[in-house]
């Protein structure tokens, strides 16, 4: 056996280590607190990456506390924490259940419960319509208006999985279902959606574009291989460039509905600080390093956070 060489074995410890990129982690509180059984289902509707739940509904809160012009009530805001939490799962269960064969052959995905066979498509689906029920149950907390938004997005959120297989811009899709709550806070407290709202919502579309477009990067090689699309395939070595733009329109949008709903001054002082936020990001973000688009998809939270801030400076706030 030949053995590397002196020199090839520096150069070997100098290259940076190769991250490993799955996403499900098998010494995670899913495998140590939960019994067996359910693991498969609590990982199905991810569960045990909260990240995406509160990327749904802390702008969802934000907007209710807009709508509401400062506190919502306790049961609005119970209830439409709920219906983001199941929505956000049902979305993840249609994806992983139309990408079954796909994720297989994708690094980030190829430990997920139907695609590594510890769950079935069976068991999948049923677990898919008994969280659909309790949907459906939700429906009749919510006014008129606002049941029909929340048919409306049913299938939005069934079509995101396939579009993948047809345009790059699958991102704007799972935008428009992810923030689709912020619509209906204010179709449930206002019965209507003013043209601030719809500003507010636009933002957060865009926004989610842009952060969803770095995580596309973990994939970009995969999905490349397997004739898949993504707004990293369109953006490949100008990602910085377009990011920075969705970026830039989603504050521009922020300060827009902030001066339409009648913010409070306080409200621009944490718009500055999101706007910092992003600035941040765009400096750290590289595609050769997919290990820190995960970390910069995560941080969006603080996002989140500031959004939910925001409003409760804009409205709870003295002038």
Not at 72 to 78: E, G, N, S
Not at 102 to 124: C, H, K, M, W, Y
Not at 185 to 197: E, I, K, M, N
Request: proline share 6%.
């Amino acid at each position: 056996m030949t053995q590397a060489s002196p020199s090839n074995r520096n150069l070997d410890q100098d290259r940076p280590p190769v991250p490993d990129l799955a996403d499900m982690r098998p010494d995670d509180w899913v495998e140590r607190w939960l019994p067996r059984s359910w693991g498969p289902y609590a990982r199905l509707c991810r569960l045990d990456r909260p990240v995406g739940t509160w990327l749904t509904l802390l702008p969802t809160i934000a907007a209710l506390i807009q709508a509401a012009d400062g506190l919502p009530t306790l049961w609005r805001l119970f209830v439409f924490s709920l219906g983001a939490f199941l929505m956000r799962g049902v979305g993840c269960c249609f994806n992983d259940i139309f990408d079954r064969d796909i994720d297989s052959q994708v690094e980030r995905t190829r430990f997920r419960p139907l695609t590594s066979g510890q769950l079935s498509l069976r068991n999948a689906l049923w677990f898919v319509f008994a969280q659909l029920c309790v949907c459906a149950l939700l429906l009749l907390a919510i006014n008129e208006y606002s049941r029909w938004m929340a048919v409306i997005l049913l299938p939005i959120v069934i079509i995101y999985p396939l579009c993948k297989r047809f345009t790059n811009w699958p991102q704007v899709v799972l935008g428009i279902a992810f923030n689709w709550g912020m619509l209906m806070a204010w179709s449930d407290t206002r019965d209507a959606v003013p043209l601030a709202a719809w500003a507010m919502w636009l933002g957060a579309v865009l926004w989610q574009v842009g952060y969803d477009s770095i995580y596309a990067y973990v994939d970009m090689r995969d999905d490349a291989r397997l004739g898949l699309h993504s707004t990293a395939m369109r953006f490949r070595d100008r990602g910085k460039l377009w990011i920075s733009g969705f970026y830039a329109a989603t504050v521009l949008l922020w300060l827009y509905a902030g001066w339409g709903m009648g913010m409070n001054w306080p409200y621009y002082v944490v718009m500055a600080a999101i706007a910092g936020h992003f600035t941040w990001q765009m400096c750290v973000f590289s595609i050769q390093r997919p290990d820190r688009s995960f970390m910069l998809f995560r941080s969006n939270m603080a996002v989140g956070v500031m959004m939910v801030a925001a409003a409760l400076a804009g409205t709870v706030l003295p002038y």
